[in-house]
């Protein structure tokens, strides 16, 4: 499998003085996603946890809801002209009976770990109609909890702090317990790894939970959540319009700009509590 991280000397000036030490630099590589043998997409990651990632991002698509609807995934042996195992292609073997993607998904052209929607056919293949509905999800949330949040997030970043080039996406009990965290070089990646985990652990729809991320929330993520069953998603910078307006569609609690004990409640205010425990207006 590759590498997390890499080292690299640079040039590093300080008062106009210039030294050569090695720096820690976040890996980057090229994953291709097969399905039954067929590529489906190639995206930008960090390596590790790439099963979790090839999962979750086939729950994002809508080709699979439970644990079940996989048979396996493994590293294609042979993926390169001289036979080496390169570990950057995986092959997810649906179950029997289980729908291949549509061919309108398969992208000719990789994503950037900075935009997952890059190379979609259009606005309208990425708003599948989800498994599960978050609306009616009973969470309460506790500002004060929340904001412990980021933090929280933050200090489990094992890789981060080697290379401060990561993003991370956490998933949070309504008490603050952390469930689960994903780094990736990608904002959408970190999610379809935290999402996978869930799926392969059983856990979807992930009810009574809060997905922390790092960075912005964009419209994808909040899909991504969305088709995962998690009635909630925080984020400590701005949220797109459209993030916002999906949100707002799908009954989902949408929290940016959240930073110490402030926020911003863009979507679903009616899941904060406040200081008297009472539940805040729609």
């Not at 029997?96 to 950037?112: H, I, K, M, Q, W």
């Not at 985990?197 to 856990?203: F, H, K, N, T």
Request: charged share 25%; aromatic share 4%.
């Amino acid at each position: 499998m590759g590498r997390v991280t890499s080292r690299r000397r640079v040039v590093r000036i300080v008062d106009g003085v210039a030294s050569e030490p090695v720096d820690t630099l976040a890996a980057e590589e090229p994953l291709e996603i097969r399905v039954n043998g067929r590529p489906l997409v190639v995206t930008m990651r960090t390596p590790g946890d790439d099963f979790d990632l090839a999962a979750g991002f086939l729950v994002s698509e809508g080709v699979v809801r439970r644990a079940r609807d996989i048979a396996g995934i493994r590293y294609c042996a042979g993926a390169t002209a001289d036979g080496v195992n390169t570990y950057n292609v995986v092959d997810v073997v649906l179950s029997a009976g289980v729908a291949p993607p549509d061919p309108s998904l398969e992208r000719n052209f990789y994503t950037t770990s900075s935009c997952g929607l890059c190379g979609k056919a259009s606005l309208d293949a990425v708003r599948t109609v989800a498994a599960w509905s978050v609306r009616d999800d009973p969470i309460r949330l506790d500002p004060e909890v929340v904001s412990t949040l980021p933090d929280t997030l933050r200090t489990a970043q094992r890789v981060f702090d080697r290379t401060g080039g990561l993003h991370a996406a956490g998933l949070f009990s309504a008490a603050g317990r952390l469930h689960c965290l994903r780094e990736d070089v990608g904002r959408h990646n970190a999610v379809d790894k935290v999402v996978g985990w869930a799926l392969r652990d059983g856990r979807l729809p992930v009810r009574d939970t809060v997905l922390m991320v790092s960075g912005r929330a964009s419209f994808e993520l909040v899909q991504k959540a969305v088709m995962a069953g998690i009635p909630a998603l925080a984020a400590v910078s701005a949220p797109s319009s459209l993030a916002a307006d999906l949100a707002a569609d799908a009954g989902l609690t949408l929290i940016g700009f959240l930073r110490g004990s402030s926020m911003n409640v863009y979507a679903g205010a009616h899941r904060l509590l406040r200081r008297d425990r009472s539940e805040l207006p729609a």
